[in-house]
């Protein structure tokens, strides 16, 4: 979401919450107390990707999903496939305190991100000519990828050249935190 944020210059107020200490305020907008939440006058929302394709479709310049509506289902399905195959054994890989399963969670993760190699040669960004929500939604993990301790430089030559197209990008640059900046520091 912060990629999107930063791809359209939009100002907005970052509230950065301690993992397990909201704020009175948000546990009473979002049932889920969860983050992030985007309040947006009257509009309360808490779900990274329902809060991306609003902000795409509130602000449209620049467009971030396609008009087609066939191309953007596809887009969908994507970022589905990405939260639910990626970013599931990541966040395991974070959870895992006594590091019991994570030899096994960065193996799948680097399956599953290797499986897709093919899609990365089709286009300069992610099923697409132009950045679109799902290159935000890509992007983060790929930049983790060695703070997760996964490297695919040898087998995936596709994915590097992707990487490499996205990451000088000036939103993508904006977006990161102060930690996330450190996970690339050599």
């Known amino acids: 979401m912060r990629i999107v944020l930063a791809e359209k ?8 919450i301690e993992p397990g200490r909201f704020p009175e305020d948000l546990l009473d907008l979002n049932p889920y107390h969860s983050v992030p939440t985007l309040v947006d006058r009257d509009l309360v ?14 602000y449209p310049h620049p467009p971030l999903m ?3 509506p066939v191309q ?6 994507a970022m589905y496939r ?12 974070d959870l895992d305190a006594t590091g019991t399963n994570t030899m096994q969670l960065r193996k799948q993760l680097r399956e599953t991100i290797l499986a897709s190699a093919a899609l990365f040669k089709m286009k300069p960004y992610f099923l697409s000519s132009e950045f679109s929500l799902a290159d935000a939604c890509i992007a983060p993990i790929l ?9 695919l430089t040898k087998e995936a030559q596709a994915i590097a050249r992707y990487a490499a197209n996205v990451f000088p990008r000036a939103g993508f640059r904006a977006s990161l935190t102060g930690a996330e900046q450190q996970m690339r520091v050599a």
């Open 9 to 16: 210059a939009l100002p907005i107020d970052v509230v950065n």
């Open 45 to 58: 929302l808490y779900d990274a990707r329902v809060i991306s394709e609003y902000l795409d479709e509130r």
């Open 66 to 68: 396609p008009v087609d």
């Open 72 to 77: 953007r289902a596809q887009l969908r399905l």
């Open 82 to 93: 990405i939260e639910r195959d990626w970013y599931g054994p990541a966040l395991e890989i």
């Open 143 to 151: 930049w983790r990828l060695p703070h997760y301790g996964i490297d």
